[in-house]
């Protein structure tokens, strides 16, 4: 999949907290390279604040948060106060993995993007990113 903007679009993933599991959020990184994004992978273990600041230094247009932990309602919340207090409104926060549909719904509701359950196509996910960027991103 191609994309009509002046540079790739530049995706940052992560891991927040103690979740050791990555093989999710490895397979989701590779199929955004594949499909002409610029991912930035951070790695296990990360804090909402480490996220942020990466974002920010990385001048990134979205954020992917794999979460398998049952932290979500935190991690989630954390990040949308961290982005908004650095006046990073038009970054997408999305993510997937274990999280409810109830709770899903509530995210949404705090400003948090599409979040993809285990076994979403990742085609799916390229083109929810593509879309959004092309929509509430200039460059």
Known sequence: ???????????????VGLDGHDRGARIIATSLRDA???VIYTGLRQTPEMVVNTALQEDVDAIGISILSGAHMTVFP??????????????????????PHEDMVAL????????????????????????????????
């Open 1 to 15: 999949m191609s994309n009509t903007f002046n540079r790739p679009i530049r995706v940052l993933v992560a891991k």
């Open 36 to 38: 002409g994004m610029e």
């Open 108 to 139: 949404k509701q705090s400003g948090v993007g599409e979040l993809f359950p285990p076994g979403t196509s990742t085609q799916d996910i390229v083109a929810y990113i593509t879309d959004w960027v092309h929509e509430h991103r200039n460059f």
């Open 78 to 99: 954390r990040i949308i106060k961290l982005l908004r207090e650095k006046e990073m409104d038009d970054v997408l926060l999305t993510g997937g993995g274990i999280i």
